[in-house]
Structures are given as C-alpha cells and as structure tokens.
C-alpha cells in the first residue's frame, strides 16, 4: 500500500471538524434565548484546504458537508456544494498564500464565513414569511459568527496541527514520523 491509501490526515481533519460541528451545536443550544445563531462553516473548510493534498482536503470537506446538511435546514446537498466552491477557491490560491499563519488563516476563515453565510441567505430568504425582518435577524447572526470564528480560528488550526502531531503525520505528505 501506498502512502496515499494510508494518509489519515483527511479522518484527522473531518474528527476536527465533527467537533467544532458539535461544539457549534451547543453554543447555538445555549444562544437560543437570545435569539442568536453562530454559523461556523467558514471555520470549517480553511485547514483541509490550506494544509492538505486536493484529494483527501475534498474528501474531509465533502463529508463535513453532509454533515452539515444533516444538521441544517437548507435542502440536502447545499453545504457540499457551498464547502466544496471555497476548497476549490482556495486551492486554485494556495501556493501564493502564506499558510502556516495563523492571522491569514483567521482572514481566509471570516472571508469564507462570510461568503458562505451570504450565499446561504441568498438561497433561503425567500421561504421566510416578511424577508426585510429576515435580512435584520441575519445581520445579527452574521456579527455574532463573524466574531466567534474570528477568535476560535487560531484555536481550531492549532488543534487540527495538534492531532497531525500526536498521530505523528507530517503536515505537508501524510507520512509517519518518529519523534
């Protein structure tokens, strides 16, 4: 078997983002009340984009997809296609990009955020029943997820590196090294 059969840096990238799926889920439970809703999906697809081969990055970022298709009241398929336009975009880039910084990685994540919010909006206002009051609750809802992914960006790329290092997976090719 080839290294590329046995790359596990995509399965390290889709538990992470599970997680931040997850974590998201809880917040939105607690915001509830407030009439607040974080959307995370900008977040979602900057480490398998930005750190992993074209394959196993589209592979991690189409099932992160489903799952938020799963998890989201947008027709199913929606976040796959939407999550795989931004992986596509930024690996059309990545060779210009300065990577492994994690105030780029944090631009490039509220830049995603904020297109895939919008483009969200855009496909769904049209279901709510008075859309100028939609477009004011998704301002709101835009601020708040433009904030929190702007301070948990640097948190979620240093884990994403933290798992490759504690599977001992070389960032860049995927093969194993001895620490």
Known sequence: MGPART???WLLALGANLLLLWLAGLANHYLAPFSVHLYPAGLLVV??????????????IALTGLAFDALSPAPFGTHLVLLGLVHAALRYGRNRFPRDEPIF???????ANLFLFLALSFLLIGAHPRPA?????????LLFSQLAV???TPWFMALNRRLLHLARLDPE??????L
């Open 133 to 141: 009051e939609g477009w004011m609750r998704l301002f709101a809802d």
């Open 47 to 60: 480490f398998p984009a930005l750190s992993l081969d074209q394959r196993h990055g589209f592979t991690a």
């Open 173 to 178: 090719t995927g093969r194993r090294v001895e």
């Open 7 to 9: 790359d596990l840096r």
């Open 150 to 152: 702007g301070l948990v």
């Open 105 to 111: 990685a944090t631009v490039v994540a509220l830049l």
